[in-house]
């Protein structure tokens, strides 16, 4: 059996984490990608950790299944709350996230830099040791509410979610903002939009894409034959697997 044409299992609470899948398929292009978004059980990041572990393991049990070789966790919160128990219990690599406070410290001048995440994801101790060594500057912002609007699709609810987020702050000292939850990746051109060009926007995806390749290619793992393909699947509705597949601009096979 060739394990290098295994497919890759990705998940997070819901669309957040096909923001990370695009980054994952540029970069990986002849790889099998398998998504499931766990829609019944969203949202994660007003759960408590040990309740995520719990939706975390369903999702987890449900992908070994399907005989995958890898495991990309395309959920900051989840990855706060899960990955070490993951990795402690399987046998495949777990690729986890975080929020992308390292590249915003290093552009971060003298201002702030506003860390835009889930409260669960904001109240771990993962990101508690991230703040040690990046936090300079930095001021946790939690956004409650966010995801769901953006599970909504929907976009004048954004608009007026961040208008008041982002008036809380005097924006001529913020140096930059961190999108420290995969569905807010979505919103991006619309907080781009909000800000002063001169403030960063950062966020995890690309660099979890580049690990994925790392990680793959140091088990001997890459898939060099192609042709690459993706699944979606939802613990939720048609509804939901319908936004899934919008939202992912690109050609699938599921
Ligand atoms: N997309 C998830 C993250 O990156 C969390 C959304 C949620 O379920 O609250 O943190």
Redesign the pocket.
């Known amino acids: 059996m060739n394990q290098k044409r295994d497919p890759i299992g990705v998940f ?3 669309v ?2 096909i923001s990370t899948l695009r980054e994952m398929i540029r970069e990986l292009p002849d790889e099998r990608f398998i998504y499931f978004g766990d829609a019944a059980n ?5 759960k408590s950790t040990q309740e995520v572990i719990a939706c975390v393991r369903g999702v987890v049990e449900h992908l070994m299944k399907k005989e995958i070789k890898a495991l990309v966790i ?5 990855t706060g709350a899960a990955a070490a128990t993951l990795r402690k219990e399987l046998s495949i690599p777990v690729i986890g ?1 975080e929020p992308a406070l390292k590249p915003a410290s290093q552009v971060r001048k003298h201002g702030s830099v506003l860390v835009l ?2 409260p ?2 904001l109240h771990q101790e993962k990101f508690e040791n991230l703040m040690k060594q990046y936090g300079q500057g930095a001021v946790k912002v939690p956004c409650p509410g966010l ?1 769901e609007i953006v599970e909504k699709d929907d976009n004048a609810g954004a608009l007026h979610y961040l208008q008041e987020l982002f008036s809380r702050f005097d924006l001529d000292r913020v140096d930059a903002v961190v999108l ?4 807010y990746v979505f919103l991006k051109d619309m907080i781009r939009d909000l800000l002063p060009e001169r403030i960063a926007i950062t966020d995890g995806n690309a660099g979890t894409a580049r690990q994925l390749k790392r990680v793959l290619a140091k088990a001997d793992l890459l898939n060099g034959e192609g042709p690459g393909s993706v699944e979606f699947e939802t613990s939720g509705t048609q509804t939901d697997l319908d936004l899934m597949k919008k939202l992912a601009d690109f050609r699938t096979a599921g």
Do not use: E, W
Not at 74 to 78: D, E, G, H, K, V
């Open positions: 997070d609470s819901g957040g984490g969203a949202p994660y990041g007003t395309a959920c900051n919160t989840a996230m995440a889930t669960l994801t995801m420290g939850c995969t569905h």
